[in-house]
């Protein structure tokens, strides 16, 4: 056990000596760290080695700030607790998709990870209209699995609520989404881009839209009170790694217990983000047409994987085997199926809403250069995002949401 | 800090001796123990003073299994644990409504309460026709004020996560609710009265009727993960003890942050049990339309109450100050309370049915010695629990729930 201290380029190499796993990955090799993080929220190390630098790690440590903005905005660096129980948790449900994980220590705030080098984050990837035949594949995977696999529908009753134990207070990241994703980003407020917002009819419109902002509260009230499954908490295109052939979901440091639509509804957020950057920018019919289909094929493929993997188990701390007759089952099932749905399609509204006048941008909108153009996507993204969460309740099928972004 | 042991009516007057708060209470007399449990989970023990035995105090202490049962039947004594942890969360809230706690250990798992000496159960006063003008308005206070002050309606995130932390580890009891609320009641298992069930077309009928159990299952689901507010978890009229002026809500070892309807439903469920059982035995008309009015009173006030409670709170875990104007909110919290009630209304179908032929029957049904009637009971409980399960999504008003329990 060590006492936490926060590491700089040449302690972290230290602090690894002492760690056998990163030992013996090094073997006989020296080696030595340098600094990567892109500045969000925590130290990012590379620690390669010196005589074969293809052999290189990664070393994760959260420091009690929010690292992008500095020291005045203090956050608690258990956010790093967090990240390390759900790669855990996820790693022995989806253990492709994780990275593979040589060290952690809750006390140190550190993690130790395999270094991704021949994979691009998916945003940017998409941002570049690359094509990942896989993807749908793999995260409609991942999500089944992973939101399956730690719910009432598969847990016992204890097993859940110990799983609750352990995220439950994961209080402060999801505070920040409760500010950031639900709250601020539709009103006057300072974290807000106010430089845009200032003299924006877009915004004046989006800020007096009580009708849309009623909605985003019952969305909020779901947020707050579902323990439906451990979720990532913040699974946009950022927090995904991929190639032609692997996919990986880093960045779990916003997971907790709560509602099955969330993953999805950011994912598909983000997906909608970046068809909205090619409608307007590119105007690549092809890649447009490519996203359609992925963000179709995700969502599907989700819903028949959760349907299948719910079929393969009889008895959890909801159903007992004999309960219930499989054709009423059949039906329940496809009830709640849809209510995953359409719970993600109202997350994927607040999602889409909250990053067009909200603290944090995404590069596909708020990253356009033409003033103009920004313009026109924005005003797009508040349409489709105002569609999502007026009517999510009422999204009857898959292509009801591909009907929603297309017009 | 005392290592647990179990006391008897001796030991329990030495370990008396050094609680100060009860030293404090009998002054210079004498006191003596002696066991009054009705032989339900716990010990329970009354001290009274030997020169005034008027002077008396209640002491309950938990033993690791089901004391009406037997040690064969084991359940962790941590549920005086969550009695003690709900009595003082809820005793800050509503002070009038809960017995004066003297002592408490979870160590020792005992708990010392004043002794409610001129109050009965309201089971046995309902059954015995008593009328209490005061009731409807004290339940509906404790309701609405528990509910609320212990929501994200009033609390912080924060605050929030902590209550949920306290009563999260409630496992065994939030269980026995799941098997034998939600699960056993209504299917063929043998924790039922199997007595009752053998060769009866009642029985079969509700065996076999699986629309009504995929209700139920929606409504398990709600009890397994909404955390809306503590609530008291079992809320029966065997847990209230009143008389003209004053009314108590005891034994909260269920307690747990869980859906706002489901201490609603408990009491609306016992209440038309009780209605059922002055219909079908006694007959008497004006007893059952004070029980109509009650029932009506209780549902109707706690809307006004909660909505007020609501009206005075303007920053909270779900909404800031300013987020939203005020017709809009309005708008918000009249759907917010219909869902309550909504729910309420569920919960207390499956409460009905469940005392059917599940493994707990209530007085006012089980208890009736006639055959014939009590099978005209056992109909008519059925049938307004299913009505209420099928319907419960689409209740409007406290006059649709009233209009079912009349016909």
Redesign the interface.
């Given at each position: 056990m060590h006492k936490y201290k926060v590491l700089d380029k040449n302690s972290v190499v230290n602090y690894l000596f002492e760690v056998q796993e990163v030992m013996e990955f090094f073997g006989e090799d020296d080696f030595e760290a340098s600094e990567i993080g892109d500045g969000n929220l925590n130290f990012v190390y590379l620690v390669k080695s010196i005589q074969n630098p293809a052999k290189a790690l990664i070393v994760k440590q959260a420091v009690p700030y929010l690292r992008c903005v500095g020291e005045e905005f203090p956050l608690s660096r258990e956010r790093m607790t967090y990240e390390i129980r759900a790669l855990i948790n996820f790693k022995k449900i989806v253990p492709n998709f994780i990275p593979k994980i040589y060290h952690t220590s809750e006390d140190m705030s550190v993690l130790v990870m395999q270094y991704l080098d021949r994979h691009i984050i998916l945003r940017a990837g998409l941002i570049d209209k690359k094509t990942y035949p896989n993807m749908s594949e793999h995260i409609s995977t991942y999500l089944a699995k992973t939101l399956f696999h730690t719910s009432?529908l598969y847990l016992q009753?204890?097993e859940?609520?110990e799983l609750?134990?352990k995220f439950?207070?994961n209080?402060e990241l999801?505070?920040l989404t409760?500010d950031f994703v639900f709250?601020q980003a539709?009103?006057l407020h300072d974290t807000n881009d106010n430089d845009n917002v200032k003299n924006n009819p877009l915004a004046t419109k989006v800020f007096n839209d009580?009708?849309f902002?009623?909605k985003v509260?019952?969305l909020?009230?779901k947020f707050?009170?579902?323990?439906?499954a451990l979720i990532h908490g913040d699974l946009h295109t950022g927090s995904i790694m991929l190639n032609g052939d692997e996919t990986y979901v880093i960045d779990p440091e916003f997971a907790f217990v709560g509602p099955f639509g969330f993953d999805i509804g950011a994912l598909l957020a983000n997906m909608v983000n970046n068809y909205i950057h090619h409608h307007i920018v590119t105007g690549d019919q092809e890649y447009k047409k490519w996203l359609l289909q992925t963000i179709y094929e995700i969502l599907e493929l989700f819903e028949e994987k959760f349907f299948e993997l719910w079929d393969g188990q009889k008895n959890s701390?909801?159903?007992?085997d004999?309960?219930?007759?499989d054709s009423?089952?059949e039906?329940?099932k496809n009830?709640f199926l849809k209510s995953i749905i359409r719970d993600s399609v109202g997350f994927a509204g607040c999602k889409m809403a909250r990053r067009v006048f909200g603290v944090a941008g995404v590069e596909e909108i708020r990253g356009i250069q033409d003033k103009k153009l920004r313009n026109q996507a924005e005003e797009l993204a508040i349409e489709i995002a105002r569609e999502f969460v007026m009517k999510y309740d009422s999204i009857d099928s898959v292509d009801e949401i591909i009907e929603i972004i297309k017009r």
């Open positions: 009432s009753s204890d859940k609520r609750i134990n439950n207070n209080t999801c505070k409760e709250t539709f009103m009580m009708e902002r009623k509260l019952s909020k009230y707050m009170t579902q323990t439906d701390a909801l159903i007992v004999g309960y219930i007759d009423t089952l039906s329940y009830q």
